[in-house]
T-cell receptor, first 114, second 113 residues
Framework: GESVGLHLPTLSVQEGDNSIINCAYSNSASDYFIWYKQESGKGPQFIIDIRSNMDKRQGQRVTVLLNKTVKHLSLQIAATQPGDSAVYFCAGGYYGGSQGNLIFGKGTKLSVKP | NAGVTQTPKFQVLKTGQSMTLQCAQDMNHEYMSWYRQDPGMGLRLIHYSVGAGITDQGEVPNGYNVSRSTTEDFPLRLLSAAPSQTSVYFC????????????FGNGTRLTVT
C-alpha cells in the first residue's frame, strides 16, 4: 500500500555540523512532497516543499533533494543549531489535491549536541 | 492572527464518555482536517473538510464525528471514548491554492482510562 517512511527514527548531530534526514516513498504517483518540523509540545510547522518536476530546492539553511528514480527525498540542514532539535516529518501527496491524499512519514527525531 | 486554536490542551475521559475537541482558525482557510498522532505512527488523518457543509473520512475515522457549519470551526466529536483513542489530536487548516501546506494547532492530548 501507500506509505511514506523515514530511514532512521533518531539522529544526533553536533552543533554546527550539517544534518541529513532521509525519507522514502512508495507511491510513484505522488508529485508533491513537504517537510514539517515539530517541536516538543507544538504542532508541526511547514519547512520546505518540492514538486516532482524539481530535483532540488533550497530555503534558508535547508535544502530538499528529490530522487524520483529511487523514490527518495532528503532534508539537509546546514550548520545545525540547538533550535533545530525537533521531530521532522516528510509528507507526500498530489499537488493541489486534498488532505485526503497526503501521507505522513513516521518522523525522525533530531537531537543537536552543543 | 491567532492561526489555528485548539481547546482543550489536555483532557482525561473515562471509557464511554463523550466529548468534543474544538478547533478554530482565523485565516479564512477553506480546508480543515483532524489528525491523530501516536508514538511511532506519525500523523494519521481522521476527517477532513474542503468547505462549510462538506466533510469526508480519512484513514482512521471510526469512533469520530465531524461537522463543518462555518468556515472558522471544525469540531471533532468522540461519541463513546475508548482507550484506543488515547492520543494527541491535531487540527490543521489550509487554503485551496496551497492545499497541502497545513497550518497546525498545538494539539489536544487526550487520555481515555
Amino acid at each position: 500500500g501507500e506509505s511514506v517512511g523515514l530511514h532512521l527514527p533518531t539522529l544526533s548531530v553536533q552543533e554546527g555540523d550539517n544534518s541529513i534526514i532521509n525519507c522514502a516513498y512508495s507511491n510513484s504517483a505522488s508529485d508533491y512532497f513537504i517537510w514539517y518540523k515539530q517541536e516538543s509540545g507544538k504542532g508541526p510547522q511547514f519547512i520546505i516543499d518540492i514538486r516532482s518536476n524539481m530535483d532540488k530546492r533550497q530555503g534558508q539553511r535547508v535544502t530538499v533533494l528529490l530522487n524520483k528514480t529511487v523514490k527518495h527525498l532528503s532534508l539537509q540542514i546546514a550548520a545545525t543549531q540547538p533550535g533545530d532539535s525537533a521531530v521532522y516529518f516528510c509528507a507526500g501527496g498530489y499537488y493541489g489535491g486534498s488532505q485526503g491524499n497526503l501521507i505522513f512519514g513516521k518522523g525522525t527525531k533530531l537531537s543537536v549536541k552543543p | 492572527n491567532a492561526g489555528v486554536t485548539q481547546t482543550p490542551k489536555f483532557q482525561v475521559l473515562k471509557t464511554g464518555q463523550s466529548m468534543t475537541l474544538q478547533c478554530a482558525q482565523d485565516m479564512n482557510h477553506e480546508y480543515m482536517s483532524w489528525y491523530r498522532q501516536d508514538p511511532g505512527m506519525g500523523l494519521r488523518l481522521i476527517h477532513y473538510s474542503v468547505g462549510a457543509g462538506i466533510t469526508d473520512q480519512g484513514e482512521v475515522p471510526n469512533g469520530y464525528n465531524v461537522s463543518r457549519s462555518t468556515t472558522e470551526d471544525f469540531p471533532l466529536r468522540l461519541l463513546s471514548a475508548a482507550p484506543s483513542q488515547t492520543s494527541v489530536y491535531f487540527c490543521a487548516s489550509s487554503s485551496p491554492d496551497s492545499s497541502l501546506l497545513l497550518h497546525f494547532g498545538n494539539g489536544t492530548r487526550l487520555t481515555v482510562t
